[in-house]
């Protein structure tokens, strides 16, 4: 199949995900439109996540621009981003469906968890185009787990590794 176009590609892949019964995010009808904020914006989006001292329900998330060594420009555009989570009680680092979506000029989202006592975490497997920076308190709730179940070593120590 030849495509003429970026956007007669994801027309495709929009036609294939709706027939596979793949939802969109509310208010979006193309996967051009998610893709426009990747192939257009310059750098990437690193994924901020921390939790609020006394509230045990909820984890914070906010989205910033990488650019690498082009970081003098300032830029208010962001992008879609597909949030997925793997938490203590449902460790499924195989997920791709979205806890939640981000959307471009959405500064900030927030994430209702059963318990912030036990670790979490965002963009299990590494699949979305994202990098993600937790808080200090949620880093330690990795590395307690690292430290007291060697098991989970393998799946939660490789997501710790391959953030920045």
């Known amino acids: 199949m ?3 176009s970026q956007a007669d590609f994801f027309t495709y892949i ?4 709706l027939a596979d019964g793949i939802p969109l995010p509310d208010g979006v009808n193309t ?8 192939t257009y914006n310059r750098g990437l989006p690193i994924l901020y996540v921390y939790n609020v001292t ?3 329900t ?44 981000m959307r471009p000029l ?12 036990k670790w979490l975490i965002i963009n299990p497997g590494g699949r979305g185009y994202y990098r993600v920076v937790y808080n200090a308190y ?8 690292l430290d007291t179940d060697r098991s989970e070593e393998r799946r939660v120590g490789k997501e710790c ?3 920045w």
């Open 106 to 117: 959405q500064e900030e989202a927030t994430l209702q968890v059963d318990d912030l006592n």
């Open 31 to 38: 996967v051009n439109e998610i893709m426009y904020t990747y």
């Open 14 to 17: 929009t036609e294939q995900a």
């Open 58 to 101: 909820q984890v914070h998330i906010s989205q910033r621009h990488y650019r690498g060594t082009d970081s003098t420009q300032e830029d208010s555009s962001g992008w879609f981003i597909p949030v997925t989570v793997a938490t203590q009680d449902r460790p499924d680092f195989e997920t791709t469906t979205p806890a939640l979506w």
């Open 161 to 163: 590794r391959s953030r």
């Open 54 to 56: 006394g509230d045990s």
């Open 2 to 4: 030849l495509f003429r």
């Open 138 to 145: 949620l880093t330690q709730l990795i590395q307690n787990q």
